[in-house]
């Protein structure tokens, strides 16, 4: 039918290569479309079981201020920070904090919860990289079996 078509003069060979063109595209883009709701179930599967606390503890503000931020900054020490760190997520500022608080805790609280933040980041990203190396080792395992 094709050859009788482009004999005849119906269809010739451009039509026929821009069709193709334009199906492959269609079919990556497609593709790409799928690849994106893929990505966005896995980060809503994800979200269905992150919960935040709703328990909060008075913030220690004797703990916050024992870190040395230049220190810190300055070495990562990350096992200081693992010390406070509970404190910093778990607990809230309270009334009776509200009315003492000066520019001096806020100055020492925020660059300190930042530093949590970036440890935890590293943390979450360095764990991420070491479980796809364990799934490409175990991929490459299984691919053997029959």
Known sequence: FINGC????????????????????????????????????????????????KQRTELMWHHVHSVDLDDLLANAHVAVLDTVMPNLVFSSITSEDREELTPHHFAHLIPLAQCALDYMLFQANATGGALEQGMTRLQAACAEIP
């Open 6 to 53: 482009m004999h005849t003069g119906d269809i010739n060979r451009a039509a026929l290569d821009a069709v193709d063109a334009a199906r492959h595209t269609l079919e990556d883009q497609d593709s790409r479309y799928n690849t994106a709701l893929d990505h966005l179930e896995d980060e809503d599967q994800r979200a269905r079981y992150f919960h935040f606390r």
